[in-house]
């Protein structure tokens, strides 16, 4: 199988980042862009190494699926680590195993601690949990390649705890870009659901307080499918078994043919079947769908378990990202959730690159509710108001740095007007001086009149307080009236008397602000 130039890229990077000695490393590709191919070819090189590798996975529907594509792109059979099945005494290199299984001691125990040679974990933003972490430590030898979908940086910051390196990263934009991937159109429905009095658990929405939430909005919801989804192939993500079947029998009320799914469905396989073979055209699901099922027809989302957590967001618009002939693009249905508390993840997010492009993404979305918008055409409008607001922004904070600065004295003109080398040659020697200034110390540098940007640690900021508080005490000038005068060109203003330079400023400012002639700003000295 002839991989595409950034999985060809993919394999070759992760390869690197082991060979040079990177041992747990992260591959980082949208759902739909075939991470379980890159690493497939990445195993098939490591067993032509003569290693043995584990696939480690938490849902049989991976386990299956990563079976699957290394037999048929790579020709390697695979044995089994679940329940009754075991690997031990087996050929086979490759194992693809059950983190549920894997973590039980006993079963673990009949592992040596240098059994795998290699170690991959599908779904990786899963594997800073007990379960991973109690397998992982037992091959602690192994390379560990971690396989994730997820755009969200807080998920990336996690998995930094455990992982050494970020071997290679493809993101959906790019996916989209060079047509590898469907283009993603979101439309916001204005239709307000209130979230205010949902609360959390685990760090997400709780998902029985969003089922009580969203029950009087579902005959609404189903009239906007029926306006915008009528000709589409759905899937909707709903925050509870019970509000999945509700909301399956109010669609099929009004026209719809749907079906829905969950965790015990006997006959879930087969209704899987059927929705992709078109026998039904919307299907709903309390959360089963969001890994390792794929159904490229998909060509509408509904997303109806808000979420602040970005993977499980992206994991479900992912489920309708795919290529497909004949389809021309993704519909991403958006509500207006309201909530007080917390941040919800929006359409924006799966393609944003930092939140302030986000949140002007979500500001056009709002203003222009029940039109589409292309995700990448909007980031990209959406990009230009943010560099215009932060211009503006700039151009403000310059113009508020310039009149503050004429008001300041730079601290190296300080230094040299009171001769002062010890301040300008100084070096900081301790670990408190080395730090950064304190607040409360540029603070009173600045009410004294010292320009604080350029004093670069705590302890040089220290000692340009004390020379303050003993020249003070010496009756000696302010920078202020160093700075003031030495601007119309007086000298050494630095060991001038407060008074005497008081009194001058004084007949200065009484002159109309120019220099009395009888004055020789070059050769006075402030008596």
Same mark, same amino acid.
């Given at each position: ?9 993919? %394999? ?8 040079? /000695? $990177? ?6 590709? +949208? ?61 086979? %290199? ?10 039980? +001691? ?8 240098? @059994? ?40 990336? %910051? ?10 290679? =990263? ?39 307080? #969003? ?24 899937? #909707? ?108 993840? $929006? ?36 990009? =230009? ?18 009149? $503050? ?22 070096? +900081?020697?301790? /670990? ?14 600045? %009410?004294?009149?010292?320009? +604080? ?20 005490? =010496? ?15 007086? $000298? ?19 002159? /109309? ?8 700003? @070059? ?5």
């Amino acid at each position: 199988m002839e991989l595409r130039k950034y999985q060809e890229e993919a %394999r070759e990077s992760i390869q690197q980042e082991w060979a040079e /000695g $990177r041992k747990k490393t992260l591959l980082v590709l +949208p759902t739909g862009c075939g991470k379980t191919i890159v690493f497939a070819k990445v195993i098939e090189d490591r067993v032509r190494m003569g290693e043995r590798v584990l696939v480690l996975a938490h849902r049989s529907e991976l386990l299956d699926q990563a079976s699957d594509k290394l037999f048929k792109s790579t020709g390697l059979q695979t044995s089994l680590e679940k329940a009754s099945s075991t690997s031990i005494g087996s050929w086979n %290199r490759v194992v693809v195993g059950s983190v549920q299984t894997l973590q039980q +001691p006993k079963r673990l125990a009949k592992f040596e601690k240098d @059994h795998f040679d290699s170690i991959v974990v599908d779904e990786a933003h899963h594997c800073i949990s007990d379960g991973y972490q109690r397998v992982l430590s037992h091959f602690d030898s192994a390379n560990v390649l971690g396989v994730t979908a997820t755009p969200d940086r807080g998920d990336m %910051r996690n998995l930094g705890i455990y992982f050494d390196s970020l071997a290679y =990263e493809y993101t959906l934009p790019q996916a989209i870009k060079e047509g590898y991937l469907s283009p993603i159109k979101a439309l916001t429905i204005p239709l307000n659901l209130d979230l205010s009095s949902v609360s959390m658990s685990q760090g997400d929405f709780k998902a029985s307080d #969003v089922g009580n939430a969203l029950d009087p909005y579902l005959e609404q919801i189903a009239n906007e499918m029926m306006e915008h989804c009528k000709d589409k192939k759905t899937v #909707v993500f709903l925050p509870l078994v019970n509000t999945s079947k509700k909301f399956r029998d109010i669609l099929n009320s009004k026209g719809f043919k749907a079906a829905e799914v969950n965790g015990e469905s006997k006959d879930r396989a087969e209704v899987l079947e059927d929705f992709e073979n078109g026998k039904y055209n919307v299907l709903c699901n309390s959360m089963l769908l969001t890994e390792g099922w794929d159904c490229p027809s998909v060509d509408c989302v509904v997303v109806l378990r808000p979420t602040k957590v970005r993977s499980l967001y992206s994991q479900m618009v992912g489920r309708g990202t795919r290529l497909h002939p004949g389809k021309t693009h993704l519909l991403l249905l958006d509500f207006l959730w309201h909530t007080e508390k917390h941040e919800l993840c $929006r359409p924006a997010h799966l393609i944003a690159e930092n939140e302030e492009v986000a949140k002007a993404m979500v500001e056009r979305t709002e203003e222009n509710t029940g039109a589409e918008f292309e995700l990448l055409e909007l980031e990209e409008v959406a990009k =230009e108001d943010v560099t215009a607001q932060r211009e503006e922004a700039l151009a403000k904070q310059l113009a508020e740095m310039r009149k $503050r600065k004429r008001k300041l004295v730079d601290p190296l003109q300080f230094e040299m007007s009171i001769h002062a080398e010890d301040l300008t040659s100084y070096v +900081p020697s301790f /670990g408190w001086e080395m730090s950064p200034p304190s607040d409360k110390q540029l603070q009173t540098l600045e %009410r004294l009149g010292i320009m +604080p940007d350029e004093i670069g640690n705590a302890g040089k900021a220290q000692k340009i307080l004390d020379r303050l508080s003993k020249r003070q005490n =010496e009756g000696l000038t302010t920078p202020k009236q160093i700075r003031l005068l030495e601007r119309y060109g007086f $000298r050494n203003v630095g060991m001038w008397q407060f008074e005497a330079a008081s009194k001058l400023i004084n007949r200065i400012a009484a002159n /109309g602000w120019r220099v009395p002639r009888t004055i020789d700003v @070059h050769s006075y000295q402030g008596e």
